[in-house]
């Protein structure tokens, strides 16, 4: 089961491209979220995912992250190679992320601690 949630994830960040941004210390948004994906108007709840300065977990996986941008109310982690892992748009004061994915649908960040 761990192993179909972190596909999805996988799946997920891997659809995101190169987004342009500057990079800002510190303005990464960190908390545990439910991560709801919606696909041709279907909505699951796919996975919890954590977030934090150094690195995105879900389950017993991490992605490292290098650096944290934000900018336009947006925040984009991205890798050592300058590869985006997360770009999303933060809304309610970064208890909610909505990330669009072309192609794929949305997924929905939601702030449970």
């Known amino acids: 089961m761990n192993t179909l949630k972190l596909t999805t994830l996988g799946i997920l960040l891997a659809a995101l491209g190169g987004y342009a941004g500057t990079a800002l210390a510190g303005n990464g948004i960190e908390g545990t979220f439910d991560m709801t994906t919606e696909a041709m108007g279907v909505k699951v709840r796919s996975t919890t995912v954590e ?3 150094e ?3 879900e389950g017993d996986s991490k992605l490292a992250i290098a650096t944290w941008e934000h900018k336009d109310g947006y925040v984009t982690a991205r890798d050592k190679n300058g590869g985006t892992l997360l770009h999303a748009r933060i809304e309610d004061g970064g208890d909610t992320l909505i990330q ?9 960040f939601t ?3």
């Open 51 to 53: 977030l934090t300065p």
């Open 55 to 57: 690195f995105i977990r």
């Open 100 to 108: 669009e994915i072309e192609g794929i649908g949305t997924a929905t």
């Open 111 to 113: 702030r449970i601690d």
